[in-house]
């Protein structure tokens, strides 16, 4: 099927595969490694759950004409997989579109290969910060935690196309065993969180 039936531009499509080739190539000595404790296994319906609801969503509606770059960690990357590989048929529609990378790999792909202005792609970033750093426990007060207990932060959000942007935050914490949401659709502090740069899965805030 070409991608004129998908709806992708021929220019969008040839960036898209460029890109799925440079992360097949990068990946090779970099396999993604799906998580295997308490831990990363809770995360994954939490991010399964948001890709879901985001593709039945905001994703339905974007532009046909663009491809879908999924910035988000390994975790993150062998949930989107295996959701993509369903066969109901709002995720065959989007499956040519969107592609589940590392924040790094769409770094070093976009620099080479810049679409600044999103008129090839859009961008949309799922991932959690997990644990929170102690440091930052005070900023959450209004939702305290035993001692024993970690705050995570789900940090999702899209860019594009054009110079559209949002970014969301939800707070949850895990006891060890169980993860329960505290705050949805919370207002971060932290004001190095408004420069997009520091807003992946390997920064420190």
Known sequence: MSVEEFGMTPTAARWLEGLRDFVGRYRAGRPVLPGT???????????????????????????????????TSDIGIAVAEQFLSGREPLI????????????????????????????????????????????????????PIQPDEDYWLHRTGTSGPGSNECRHGHLWKWNGSHAALLKPFIQERV???????????????
Not at 38 to 61: K, S
Not at 63 to 71: D, E, G, R, S
Not at 102 to 119: A, C, F, M, S, V
Not at 191 to 205: F, K, Q, V, Y
């Open 37 to 71: 404790t308490p831990a990363q296994l809770r995360q994954r319906p939490i991010l399964a759950t948001h890709l879901a609801t985001w593709i039945d969503g905001e994703g339905a509606a974007l532009p046909t004409t663009h491809a879908i770059v999924l910035t």
């Open 92 to 143: 065959e529609s989007v499956r040519p579109r969107i592609l589940p990378v590392r924040e790094i790999e769409y770094r070093l792909w976009t620099k080479d290969h810049p679409d600044p202005d999103r008129l090839l792609h859009v961008n949309h970033w799922s991932w959690i910060k997990a644990p929170v750093p102690h440091q930052r426990h005070a900023e959450f007060c209004a939702w």
């Open 191 to 205: 004001e190095a969180l408004s420069n997009r740069s520091t807003d992946h899965p390997g920064g420190s805030a």
